[in-house]
């Protein structure tokens, strides 16, 4: 079946460092991308998501780019804080479903001070 | 929040017996999903509503069955509970397909 590769499974940081985090898919029909913080204990909340008739997204400190030919994206955080620490999902839509996600296993970011 | 809550937060209870999970939203959105969470899969789609009684299965959907009489509420059954099914479970709502997820607060059961 399709399927979201997420890499690192874990990563560590200093403050103000940038911290990036990969994904492929496999499903070439795949047209939207979220990224997903998931705190400890916590729901995932949508941080930032991007379609596949953008290359390059940006929201203040984060960003995520998109290489429809490679089936890469990736999420980039910049100027990292520790309140930036938690688990972070990517995901990719199944091509022809009904808006079924395909979500990566995670990268734990941490942020040292 | 997105107007989603679930039900009950927390439960415990043994193999075999038949537990059921309630999503309510509030926002009248059209699609429903069900995921469940565990430590190093992430999250794994269950069964997802896409209308009033208009249902289908998801990645892992052995085991469960889902229900779905109005547009407020997903409800998720495990027939008979087996520890294999003790996870962190997910309601999420969306206003369309490709639209973005808003997930619920979780639940998180324990089958001993």
């Known amino acids: 079946g399709e399927n979201v590769e997420q890499h690192p499974s874990t990563l560590s940081v200093q403050e103000g460092d940038s911290a990036v985090i990969k994904c492929t898919y496999s499903?070439?029909?795949?047209?939207?991308f979220p990224w997903y913080k998931q705190e400890l204990g916590k729901r995932p909340q949508l941080i930032i998501d991007?379609?596949?008739?953008?290359g390059e997204k940006k929201d203040q400190r984060i960003a995520v780019t998109l290489n429809k030919t490679a089936k890469h994206f990736s999420l980039h955080i910049t100027e990292t804080q520790p309140e930036d620490s938690a688990v972070y999902f990517c995901?990719?839509?199944?091509?022809?479903?009904?808006?079924?996600?395909?979500f990566g296993k995670g990268t734990k970011l941490s942020v040292k001070p | 929040d997105a107007g989603i809550t679930q039900s009950p937060r927390h439960k415990v209870t043994e193999t075999g017996t038949p537990v059921t999970l309630r999503c309510h939203q509030t926002?009248?959105?059209?699609?429903m999903y069900w995921y469940r969470q565990d430590p190093g899969h992430g999250l794994r789609l269950i069964h997802y509503?896409?209308?009033?009684?208009?249902?289908d299965k998801g990645e892992v959907s052995d085991g469960y069955s889902v229900s779905r009489s109005k547009t407020e509420d997903f409800l998720l059954t495990l027939e008979s509970a087996t520890s294999s099914q003790t996870s962190v479970y997910f309601c999420?709502?969306?206003?369309?397909?490709?639209?973005?997820?808003?997930f619920g607060p979780g639940t998180r059961l324990t089958v001993l």
């Open positions: 999420a709502i969306s206003v369309g397909p490709t639209d973005t997820q808003y």
């Open positions: 991007i379609r596949s008739n953008v």
């Open positions: 499903d070439s029909a795949s047209n939207y």
């Open positions: 509503s896409y209308g009033v009684k208009d249902t």
């Open positions: 995901a990719a839509s199944l091509g022809g479903s009904q808006g079924n996600l395909i």
């Open positions: 926002e009248n959105h059209r699609y």
